[in-house]
């Protein structure tokens, strides 16, 4: 999750850029340029997203550890 924008970054807007993204490129119709820059825009947001769930699923382990310690 990009640190600048942490506060307006949303994970499913990130998902849905990806799926419009990834429907476009399957379309065919780009020219080669706009294809590379669109891939490099779908790996950026997915690793974005990777970041997201990791610290979303640190926080799920850290909550569950807290209930067995109890």
Do not use: R
Not at 10 to 16: G, K, R, S
Not at 25 to 54: I, K, M, R
């Amino acid at each position: 999750m990009p640190k600048k924008a942490a506060d307006t970054w949303n994970y499913e807007t990130t998902v849905a850029t990806v799926e419009g993204i990834i429907a476009d490129l399957e379309s065919g119709s780009l020219p080669l340029a706009a294809v590379l820059s669109q891939f490099e825009q779908a790996v950026q947001a997915l690793q974005q997203c990777e970041t997201y769930l990791s610290e979303k699923q640190q926080q799920v382990d850290l909550l569950i550890e807290t209930l067995a310690d109890h």
